[in-house]
């Protein structure tokens, strides 16, 4: 490691498309898992709005339910391992060196590796749809013993599914090798910014349930090709207890979702308030709570299967728990606005509707956490309200927060702030367009993942389908503010905000190819 | 750009979510809301899911409310100056433990109704529910009646794709059977549930039951129904291409009016029985057949028995690549590890008859080839 350090930094980027393909920088690697990730944003969402089309009015017009499933299916996989991930990876590839004060990543070829695996990934995984017999139409969940039946496809979504999870593993351990052993001088572990704290506690999550991923899935695949029965009763299996392996995955998955975007607000609203963060110690230990807690849950998505009573409480009762450590942090957000001097720019509205939004979607998480009154709303379009609330307002409003935050950072030049308003005001009102009135279709009885419905939902799923449209088109304005920040003249200072502290601010922006070398010394925490 | 219409906003959404729950009746079309129900469990859960949806509002109202008077007061256009305190011990215990408190006072009456939905026991009636990809078939263990519950025919016909009928009129779009389960009011009904391929979930939501129908395994749940009428529901759990079209129909009717049912029933049964024993003509088993094949086997081969390439087999000209002999145990025994299910335990003879025959002669050469009731009970 030493080794590379001081021998790298003597050459710069190799010329041509080539760069892309061999390079081991940390930066070049964090954009092409950024770009990655939008390409990747722009054909789930395609997907999504193939399902809100056919739901815009009751009947089917559009799609066969067949091909309604695979795309709810095809959907979920993609936002989650290929959006939401890979931009979180994305964003620790870049910032994470630069904001502990190190040169590079600490193992740079396996990160070129573990960014390479993806495409080829996900150029399997979306390829199944046009196998004879379509895609994976069981749910991203895989549940047995629908997942076994069907096309050919299986094998292929299990084999993309081991490449997904290999490069999260190379890309975890590449994180933590970095922030143990690269933090400059007086970098110190409570110190660290909370993005890299999030971070540091999301990598140890992927390391550890990412492979039990891998091991349930293998199982679907023995189960189908090979006879075994894990998940057949006729064998001596049981189908429930895929649902137990896959959830104990699961639920820690969701917080991997979650954890790095709860780091990036909590780097741009001191930021924009001008104000330390409120509780920094407090935000490290309620992330890490919950992501202990994540590991004691995972039977809250399945209530219904007909747990024992006891099985049934004691993951009510963790469940409720969360809300503890979740609330800190809310209240640690707020109380850091308090008596600030805030600015709102892009980054700060993303944040500020992350915090709203994020929030609503914790309420209705809490109502879910509560057994009795979950067999009501288990499986129907009351859940997909709030993990849509927890993941698009909330994982994806903090991911384009801190593109925003972090983008005249790396180009070097300052973004069109007229249009990253008009991104924000525009994806707020369709977001809650689109994804508000489920709770009410929800509640009223609609269950989830039907490509048709009875007409008494009809009105709601229409003004979602018209939000749906709106938030998808909106999101155009990303890719063009970004490439016209690449190809503009406004050049950013190496403090591109009045408010900001971090390391990364004292690099110049952009950045030089070889990060910090040699390191800064850290007297005091920076935040 | 001002920020506080965006909280103003949020506000008032759940400002006027809380006014359309309170207010039912005005927006019953609108379906806002959970419904009360008719049942004491259900009653008791949409108690609770008021008063959770209330502490969420005042938890909500208040941090969004601390939220929006500082973006409006602690911002620099109006000079603010900030502060650079970054902690309260006193604050955060605070709100540690607060909410923990609030938390705990939730989780008692959420235990206690838990604790009561799982208790079976001192049923009065058994109801056997076995989920199929797609309907749900009922059995009356006491009684000897078991039937299917398939999705209504004018549904059935609307939900094709173009089918160019409005779905707005058809009464009860999708959530209409043939054949509804029956259920005598003020009764503890106890449910067995279990699935025949797939993981199913039974739901009706004016009972607040709902759970997972598990091949292999036999779930209990139970009810008790306090007024007689028509309940829908449908099924929740993802189960395949027809997921969305297998609801659940409960028809609650008075003790007496249950027992004229029962003798109904077992009499239609017994005269079912002896249809197996005379020979049907080519015309009659065709009628049935197509009956048969649009509830039970137009989901996956289609109409046109043209299947959907890939995922489910065509039928066409299938009488030149099955023997008679080996079509009739295709249907009877299913093909393990596929869609096709065992008819044999679903049919009756006559039914099974019948759809083979029209199976043969619906699309391809037809030859008239036939099979009779009595032979699908010699092959069984
Ligand atoms: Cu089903």
């Not at chain 1, 959006?83 to 964003?91: C, D, E, H, I």
């Not at chain 2, 902690?87 to 408190?101: C, G, K, L």
């Amino acid at each position: 490691m030493n080794a590379h350090a001081t021998t790298a930094h003597h050459h710069g980027p190799a010329p041509g498309l080539l760069r892309w393909v061999t390079t081991t920088n940390h930066k070049d690697i964090g954009t092409l898992y950024l770009w990655f990730s939008l390409l990747m944003f722009f054909i789930g969402g395609s997907m999504a709005l193939v399902v809100r089309a056919e739901l815009f009015q009751p009947g089917l017009q559009i799609v066969d339910p067949h091909f309604f499933n695979q795309m709810t299916t095809m959907h979920a996989l993609v936002m989650i391992f290929g959006v939401v991930m890979p931009a979180f990876v994305g964003l620790a590839n870049w910032m994470v060196p630069i904001m502990i004060g190190a040169p590079d990543m600490a193992l740079p070829r396996m990160n070129n590796w573990s960014f390479w695996i993806l495409p080829f990934a996900f150029t399997m995984l979306i390829g199944t749809l046009f196998m004879e017999g379509g895609g994976p139409s069981a749910g991203w969940t895989l549940y047995p013993p629908l997942s076994l039946q069907g096309g050919n496809s299986l094998p292929f979504v299990i084999f993309a599914i081991h490449m997904m999870g290999a490069s999260s593993i190379m890309g975890a351990i590449n994180i933590i090798a970095t922030i143990m052993n690269l933090r400059a001088p007086g970098m110190t572990y409570m110190r660290m910014p909370l993005f890299v704290w999030t971070w540091f506690i999301t990598a140890y999550l992927l390391i550890a349930v990412m492979p039990v991923l891998a091991g349930a899935v293998t199982m679907l695949l023995t189960d189908k090709f090979f006879a075994t029965s894990f998940f057949s009763a006729a064998g001596g299996g049981d189908p429930v207890m895929f649902q137990h392996i896959f959830w104990f995955f699961g639920h820690p998955e969701v917080y991997i979702l979650i954890l790095p975007a709860f780091g990036l607000v909590s780097e741009v609203i001191p930021t924009f308030s001008r104000k330390p963060l409120f509780g920094y110690d407090s935000m490290v230990y309620a992330t890490a709570s919950i992501a202990f807690l994540s590991f004691i849950v995972w039977a809250h998505h399945m209530f219904t299967v007909g747990m024992p009573l006891a099985g049934e409480l004691f993951f009510m009762f963790t469940t409720m728990l969360i809300a503890v450590p979740t609330g800190v942090k809310v209240f640690n957000w707020v109380s850091t606005m308090w008596r600030g001097a805030m600015t709102f720019e892009t980054p700060m509205l993303f944040a500020l509707g992350f915090v709203v939004m994020f929030t609503i979607g914790g309420f209705s998480g809490l109502m879910l956490a509560m057994t009795p009154i979950d067999f009501q709303y288990h499986d129907t379009y009351f859940v997909v309200a709030h993990f849509h609330y927890v993941l698009v307002p909330g994982a994806l409003f903090g991911i384009i927060s801190g593109v925003y935050y972090w983008l005249p950072k790396w180009t070097g030049r300052h973004y069109n702030e007229t249009l990253g308003k008009w991104h924000f005001w525009l994806s707020t009102f369709f977001v809650n367009l689109l994804f508000f009135p489920m709770h009410f279709v929800g509640l009223a009885g609609m269950p989830r993942r039907i490509p048709d419905y009875a007409v008494q939902f009809a009105d709601f799923n229409a003004i979602a389908t018209i939000g749906a449209f709106g938030f998808g088109f909106a999101q155009i304005l990303l890719p063009v503010i970004v490439v016209m920040s690449i190809l503009g003249r406004k050049k950013a200072p190496a403090r591109v905000w009045e408010g900001a502290h971090g390391l990364e601010w004292t690099l110049s922006s952009p950045p030089p190819y070889h990060s910090f070398s040699p390191q800064p010394v850290v007297r005091s925490r920076i935040i | 750009m001002n920020a506080s219409p965006r909280a103003a906003r949020a506000f008032s959404a759940r400002l006027s979510a809380l006014l359309f729950a309170f207010a039912p009746p005005a927006f019953a079309d609108w379906g806002l809301n959970l419904p009360r129900g008719i049942t004491e469990i259900s009653r008791d859960v949409y108690l609770m899911h008021m008063v959770v949806l209330w502490i969420c509002v005042v938890i909500g109202v208040a941090v969004f409310g601390v939220m929006t008077y500082s973006i409006v007061k602690h911002r620099k256009s109006v000079g603010a100056k900030p502060a650079q305190f970054s902690h309260s011990t006193t604050a955060e215990i605070v709100w540690s433990v607060v909410p923990f408190f609030i938390l705990v006072a939730m989780a008692i009456p959420a235990a206690k109704a838990l604790i009561k939905m799982e208790d079976s026991s001192n049923s009065e009636l058994t109801v056997k529910i076995t989920g199929h990809q797609w309907k749900w078939e009922y059995e009356y263990p006491d009684y000897g009646i078991r039937f299917f519950s398939n999705l209504g025919e004018a549904s059935r016909k609307a939900r094709e794709l173009d089918s160019g009928i409005d779905p707005r009129t058809v009464p009860n779009y999708l959530l209409e059977v043939d054949k509804p389960m029956v259920l005598p009011v003020g009764t503890k009904v106890r449910f067995l549930l279990t699935s025949n391929d797939v993981l199913h979930a039974w739901w009706v939501p004016d009972f607040a039951v709902k759970k997972d129908a598990v091949p292999g395994f036999i779930r209990e749940m139970w009810t008790v129904v306090d007024e007689p009428g028509t309940y829908r529901g449908q099924c929740a759990e993802l189960c395949g291409r027809d997921h969305g079209f297998m609801p659940v129909v409960v028809e609650a009717v008075s003790a007496a009016q249950f027992d004229q049912w029962v003798v109904a029933e077992q009499t239609a049964a017994a005269a079912e029985a002896g249809a197996a024993d005379r020979a049907w003509t080519i015309s009659e088993l065709m009628e049935r057949g197509q009956a048969v094949y649009n509830t039970n086997c137009v989901a996956c081969h289609q109409a046109n028995g043209q299947g959907i390439p890939g995922a489910f087999p065509g039928l066409v000209g299938i009488e030149d690549k099955l023997t008679l002999e080996q079509h009739l145990d295709v249907v009877l025994n299913g093909v393990p590890a596929t869609a096709m299910q065992a008819f044999g335990a679903q049919l009756s003879d006559a039914d099974i008859a019948a759809v083979v025959t029209y199976e043969r002669n619906a699309w391809g050469q037809q030859k008239e080839e036939m099979l009779q009731p009595s032979e699908v009970r010699a092959a069984r």
